[in-house]
């Protein structure tokens, strides 16, 4: 059974930076999707950005130019680079993968178990 391992949340001031990281473990052949999503208290989970295994990606409107995607698919691993922090971007950061081809059979929306990320002074 896949899982996903989320690392790299924190505090971190206004206009700082974090990186935050997601590997994909199990017995994995290759993943088509990987992305991350965000959920602050009292909202609905929105997409932060995504990427699909042809190298396309897709941005939430209010991250646009500030974070920025990426896999090392060797690693089944996706990573966010998160500059220019703002005190909205805090929220629980979960990591998605979706049709993940495994020893097994295709798995779908396999979720991580989020990590904080708070942006305060």
């Known amino acids: 059974q896949v899982q996903l391992v989320e690392s790299g949340g924190g505090l971190v001031q206004p206009g700082g930076s974090l990186r935050l990281s997601c590997a994909a473990t199990g017995s994995i052949f290759s993943i088509y999707y990987m992305g991350w999503y965000r959920q602050a208290p009292g909202k609905q989970r929105e997409l932060v950005a995504d990427?699909?295994?042809?190298?396309?990606?897709n941005y939430g409107g209010s991250v646009k130019g500030r974070f920025t995607i990426s896999t090392v698919s060797a690693k089944n691993t996706v990573y966010l680079q998160m500059n220019s922090l703002k005190p909205e971007d805090t929220a629980v950061y979960y990591c998605?993968?979706?049709?993940?081809?495994?020893?097994?059979?295709?798995?779908?929306?396999?979720w991580g178990q989020g990590t904080q990320v708070t942006v305060s002074s």
């Open positions: 990427i699909n295994s042809s190298g396309i990606t």
């Open positions: 998605k993968a979706d049709r993940i081809r495994t020893t097994r059979g295709y798995e779908y929306n396999v």
